[in-house]
């Protein structure tokens, strides 16, 4: 006999079927999420870009987080600094 969530077996965008954890928009990232978002840049350098406040977070329950919006502001702080210098 299996345990299954009658919610799951609903069809899928059925207002009570649940939401798979990937497809929920998260508003901050981890640390280590974000320096993959960021393409896989090393831990010295999203650490760099944190210590030197090019990238914004935040503390939530001991965690430091990273504001999806912090994310979009450093690439397009990047992307100005870049088309500024060509």
Known sequence: ???TNPAESLPAGHPDRPTPPEMIRRK???VD???????GISR????ELI???ELQTVMLCGRRLVPEQAIDELLRESMRKQRAAA
């Open 28 to 30: 901050a990232y981890s």
């Open 44 to 47: 010295a350098s999203i650490y």
């Open 1 to 3: 006999m299996t345990n």
């Open 51 to 53: 210590n030197s406040g």
């Open 33 to 39: 999420e974000s320096r993959l978002l960021l393409g």
